[in-house]
């Protein structure tokens, strides 16, 4: 079952960044925290993952907090073409590496 | 990262007739792939863990009769849907996982079934 809650929807101005909040009060100390997104009807796409620091890659920023409970995603300068549906997913890492996919957020670029 | 193919990309079938669905992993030794369903709207759903040269796991809830998942090779698992009936219809995602902390899942383009 997933672990993660996030908002179902958001709007961002083009050019602005977007910062997508997830929770997951309940993650485990040796589980880390995956961020994909899906365009429509397309496959999820990886974005960055993280375990407790904040890591940045060339499409994105993972902000950890400290008590790990909660992350955000940002999108430093949002493009129309990063409109999809965001999701933040805790890999269960014992049992065998399975993704379970909350209900994302929509995100929404506007022109 | 891995790049994952499935085939067909799409499928229009009968009610009561099988359809098989192929996952390949074109640059990748895939021991672990996991075959997702997504409904309109609605997130992915995983349906089961498929694991080279033995049975899947099946998440709860999925008829393992009904889909029928062979990973016979490190580059090739298919998902079999028998006697598909209209509610069978979705969009099936596969995916390969990696190893290691590094660990990430790769998805391929997925294959929408329709059974009419």
């Known amino acids: 079952d997933a672990k993660t809650t996030q908002p179902p929807s958001m709007d961002c101005a083009e050019g602005r960044a977007a910062n997508l909040p997830c929770n997951h009060s309940?993650?485990?100390?040796?589980?880390?925290v995956y961020w994909y997104r899906q365009i429509h009807s397309q496959g999820p796409q990886y974005i960055i993952h993280?375990?407790?620091n904040n890591e940045t890659n060339e499409m994105a920023s993972l902000i950890i907090t400290e008590d790990r409970k909660s992350s955000t995603l940002i999108l430093p300068h949002a493009t129309l073409r990063d409109t999809a549906v965001y999701y933040c997913?805790?890999?269960?890492?014992?049992?065998?590496?399975?993704?379970?996919f909350g209900t994302g957020t929509s995100l929404t670029v506007i022109p | 990262g891995a790049v994952v193919s499935q085939h067909p990309s799409w499928v229009i079938c009968k009610s009561g007739t099988s359809v098989k669905i192929e996952c390949r992993s074109l640059?990748?030794?895939?021991?672990?792939m996991f075959w997702y369903r997504q409904f309109p709207k609605q997130s992915l759903m995983l349906m089961a863990t498929?694991?080279?040269?033995?049975?899947?796991?099946?998440e709860q809830g999925v008829e393992k009769d009904k889909f029928l998942i062979n990973h016979a090779s490190l580059t090739l698992s298919t998902l079999t849907v028998t006697s598909a009936h209209p509610e069978d219809s979705s969009f099936y995602i596969c995916?390969?996982?990696?190893?290691?902390?590094?660990?990430?899942?790769?998805f391929g383009p997925g294959t929408r079934l329709t059974v009419t």
């Open positions: 995916s390969v996982g990696t190893s290691g902390s590094s660990y990430e899942q790769y």
């Open positions: 309940t993650i485990s100390g040796n589980e880390y």
């Open positions: 993280g375990l407790k």
């Open positions: 997913i805790v890999r269960v890492g014992n049992t065998g590496n399975q993704f379970y």
């Open positions: 640059d990748f030794q895939a021991t672990t």
């Open positions: 498929s694991n080279e040269g033995s049975k899947a796991t099946y």
